[in-house]
């Protein structure tokens, strides 16, 4: 027989989309506890089942609603090139993984087709008529206007057409940048990635006593868990220590740390790194806008995370993978607590005076440090502090080198002195604190 949750989960996936869910509801339609049904909705939304939309609640959605996209839509591509929608507005929801330059014979252009493309072409109705046959949603540069029957074609088999007032290679670029820019987005590691969703995390009620942790923490080996309020609203941590000066009975509410640090599940998962390491956290609640407990972080996952991520490839537009093209070890002393990198600057890394910009020598110094203390220490770290002093101006594509020196080492932290020399002279100074990611 189903529990009492599978229930409510399987009366979710029978709704409509678009459906209002609300406890209150779920607790009267099936008669379990509010308690009951707020889990469930929760264990629903991380199923992608449900989702909470401003100024309507919380809905049944489709269950890939909920989740990042990968690729831009027509959508998207209108609101970045500023384009109108000529034809097959019904399609304007299909997502564009690729784009083509309508610039070949017309013979030679349907080796290029595949799904999920656009055709960027100009006046030229012949290269028009084979992509939207295709199902190739087309973009018209220039500010050309189809022909009526391209029109009708389009309406027809319910593909994009549109025009754009821009040339050929503008509207390239600015395709070519909102591409980049959501590669990079899809990239970047969130809290909801990783975090251990409430139907599988262990938690507490405020109304609960010490005698109900103690229980909890034989069961499950932990000694750390979330306390809420009734209807699942974080109230506190309760941890070994704060249950010493108190009798059995006590409730939680009375032993428990409140209004704790949490986390959000649009939050980046280097923010909560930092996060844990400076506070020394070993679990953290994540919570939704109202403060419903959603499930949990621990320390040992998140760092374990972000030392793979660092030692993976990423993403080849970041900034960081741009500048580390350019950024070659040449030495470093016997003992290996001093190395010298070097790095050539480029036009595209200047500022309005012709010389290298500010921000970026200190993307080059962090760049530098992780590199050093992945080499020396063999260690993955997070910058915790970097104080730069730029001394003078780098010319424009100069051939600069960076000398990085251990001023102090230990289990957990390193402080790192960083010199930058052009030729013979010190142009830039910087003292950096990093905290390792491993004990």
């Not at 189903?2 to 989309?17: F, G, R, S, V």
């Not at 007032?165 to 390239?172: C, H, I, K, N």
């Not at 980046?268 to 994540?286: N, R």
Request: hydrophobic fraction near 40%.
């Amino acid at each position: 027989m189903a529990t009492k949750h599978e229930q409510i989960i399987q009366y979710i996936k029978n709704l409509p989309i678009d459906a209002r869910i609300s406890v209150r509801s779920i607790a009267r339609n099936l008669k379990v506890s509010e308690g009951t049904a707020y889990r469930a909705i929760k264990a629903a939304e991380n199923l992608h089942l449900v989702a909470t939309k401003e100024r309507v609640g919380t809905v049944r959605v489709e269950e890939n609603e909920n989740r990042r996209m990968q690729h831009l839509t027509i959508e998207e591509i209108i609101k970045v090139t500023d384009c109108q929608v000529l034809g097959g507005a019904t399609g304007l929801d299909h997502e564009v993984r690729k784009f083509i330059i309508g610039a070949m014979e017309a013979d030679g252009m349907r080796r290029y087709i595949e799904p999920n493309a656009l055709m960027i072409v100009g006046n030229r109705e012949e290269i028009q008529r084979i992509a939207l046959e295709n199902d190739i949603a087309v973009l018209i540069s220039g500010g050309f206007k189809p022909s009526n029957d391209i029109v009708d074609l389009a309406n027809a088999r319910e593909v994009p057409l549109l025009s754009v007032t821009f040339d050929t290679y503008a509207t390239a670029t600015l395709i070519n940048k909102a591409m980049i820019e959501r590669s990079m987005q899809k990239d970047i590691l969130l809290v909801e990635d990783i975090y251990i969703p409430l139907n599988q995390t262990q938690f507490l009620y405020t109304t609960d006593t010490i005698t109900a942790y103690r229980q909890l923490s034989e069961d499950s080996g932990h000694t750390r868990f979330p306390v809420c309020e009734p209807d699942g609203k974080l109230a506190g941590i309760i941890t070994a220590k704060d249950i010493l000066d108190f009798d059995p009975e006590t409730q939680l509410s009375k032993a428990m740390t409140a209004t704790p640090i949490s986390a959000k599940k649009p939050m980046s998962v280097a923010s909560i790194t930092h996060m844990m390491i400076w506070d020394g956290l070993e679990i953290l609640p994540v919570v939704d806008e109202d403060e419903y407990l959603q499930g949990i972080l621990s320390r040992q996952d998140v760092l374990r995370t972000l030392q793979y991520t660092q030692q993976t490839e990423q993403s080849e537009n970041r900034i960081e993978m741009l500048l580390a093209d350019k950024l070659k070890f040449v030495d470093a002393q016997d003992d290996f607590t001093k190395a010298r990198y070097r790095f050539l600057s480029d036009v595209s890394l200047t500022n309005d005076f012709g010389a290298m910009s500010n921000a970026l020598q200190s993307a080059i110094v962090q760049l530098a440090i992780k590199q050093f203390v992945k080499k020396t220490q063999d260690k993955a770290i997070v910058v915790d502090k970097v104080t730069v002093y730029n001394l003078k101006l780098v010319p424009l594509q100069s051939t600069i080198d960076i000398v990085l020196e251990f001023l102090d080492v230990s289990r957990r932290s390193m402080e790192i002195d960083v010199t930058i020399y052009h030729g013979k002279q010190i142009m830039t100074k910087a003292l950096a604190s990093v905290k390792s990611l491993t004990n």
